[in-house]
């Protein structure tokens, strides 16, 4: 990345944009596309959350639903062991407009990535922001190697923080839509995803929903964050995870410019004593357990509104946020076995309900004709461990204890018998 702009090997992400009267400067040249991301928010947001009731649950494909952000140059042999024993079908690659050399790289990994459903998010620059003829040209290139071999293109990401090049929407269109006319004009096959937003900040995603450009996408792609909140559930602004979908779907209902499907493309905790690699602040970090049970309960809300078509956990080895830690050698820590049961126990599943009662959840599931129900509590009870229940903890350990508890950290109890019988707790 072409000074002001550097970044953080340690995150993964952009360093902070330093320099601030070249943020003022911009964004004072961006002021036009600033007032109509606030007019057509005005709009737009009250009318869809009058909009949200009416909104129907989809039917998703929960052997796709559940991805991996992998880093290809990041322990490429050990990458592809760990793939495999996860069990994931989906995988989600990044790739940096600014290292175009490295794509016979990207390519290679691809390759080896047998039989997996691939996205690939492709990362901007400022370069590529200003000149649109070098990011067609690179787009076409990307396109002319990879097409056969990925099967969504997540273009640009984060568009709504100026460390990573946009400072408006508008920019942002214009980036998108050389993609689109690419696609158009020369490869009809290819699917493209965008919008790129991070956090519940919709102002954004509505005005790349609804405007005057001429492009259209297969699907939106968002990087709902909510880990500043803490816990899945917690709420912001009286939004919690499971509304922040529905909000989200809402807006991609009524958007002219967008196919109905909805793919969080990133997502994740840091991990408390992590710095430099933890890319937000001590205060937001979290233990390995808290970790792995966020992780968990987030997939389960995801999945259970029915609207989200894939969630990617970015991501696999990283040690500031991953499932494995490669400070030294390669660590897995607990929310990789808690992963790897949750995929391996849901990747076949058919959602019945979720039921929610002061702070109780439960998660009802049809798998190969045996109910499985997931239990979690956000605040700390008992449950008897009836003769019908085949219980297991969130990293797959078969758990006989005559009295169960339920706690931040989610139990699957599967109904061997009297199929439907209401639990009580204690």
Request: with cysteine; net charge negative; proline share 3%.
């Amino acid at each position: 990345m072409k000074a002001p702009f550097k970044w953080d090997n340690y995150s993964d992400q952009p360093a902070l944009l330093t320099d601030k009267a070249y943020k003022k400067k911009m964004r004072n040249k961006e002021l036009f596309s600033l007032v109509q991301t606030f007019l057509v928010a005005l709009v737009m947001l009250p009318l869809s959350i009058l909009a949200m009731p009416f909104v129907k649950r989809k039917e998703i494909d929960s052997s796709h639903f559940f991805a991996m952000g992998v880093d290809f140059e990041r322990n490429p042999q050990e990458t592809l062991t760990l793939l495999e024993e996860l069990g994931v079908e989906s995988i989600l690659l990044r790739f940096k407009l600014w290292e175009m050399e490295k794509l016979t790289d990207l390519h290679t990994f691809i390759s080896s990535l047998k039989n997996k459903n691939i996205t690939l998010k492709i990362l901007q620059d400022r370069e590529h922001i200003e000149d649109l003829h070098l990011l067609e040209h690179d787009l076409q290139r990307i396109f002319q190697t990879l097409h056969t071999s990925v099967d969504v293109y997540e273009i640009g990401s984060t568009i709504n923080r100026s460390k990573w090049g946009f400072f408006s929407v508008d920019e942002y269109n214009k980036f998108y839509q050389v993609a689109y006319d690419l696609q158009q004009n020369e490869f009809q096959e290819i699917d493209l995803i965008g919008s790129g937003v991070i956090d519940f900040e919709y102002h954004f995603t509505a005005h790349t929903l609804f405007n005057f450009f001429k492009y259209h996408y297969d699907g939106i792609a968002a990087l709902l964050y909510v880990d500043r909140r803490g816990a899945p559930e917690n709420t912001q602004m009286g939004f919690s995870l499971s509304d922040k979908i529905a909000l989200l779907s809402t807006l991609i209902w009524l958007s002219p410019k967008t196919n109905n499907k909805l793919y969080i493309t990133e997502t994740n905790w840091p991990l408390s004593g992590t710095a430099p690699y933890a890319p937000t602040s001590e205060k937001e970090c979290v233990s390995e357990s808290l970790y792995s049970d966020y992780m968990l309960r987030f997939h389960y809300l995801a999945f259970a509104s029915q609207q989200v078509d894939a969630v990617a956990w970015h991501q696999l080895i990283a040690p500031g946020y991953g499932l494995v830690d490669n400070r030294d050698s390669l660590h897995k820590r607990k929310a990789f076995a808690s992963y790897k049961f949750m995929v391996q126990t849901l990747k076949h599943a058919q959602f019945l309900r979720l039921d929610i009662k002061r702070g109780y959840y439960i998660l009802q599931c049809l798998i190969e004709e045996q109910l499985l129900q997931i239990h979690w509590s956000l605040k700390p009870t008992a449950l008897l461990n009836e003769a019908s229940f085949e219980v297991y903890s969130s990293e797959g350990e078969r758990i006989k204890a005559k009295e169960l508890t339920i706690s931040s950290s989610p139990l699957y109890i599967f109904i061997t018998q009297a199929v439907g019988k209401k639990v009580n707790c204690l």
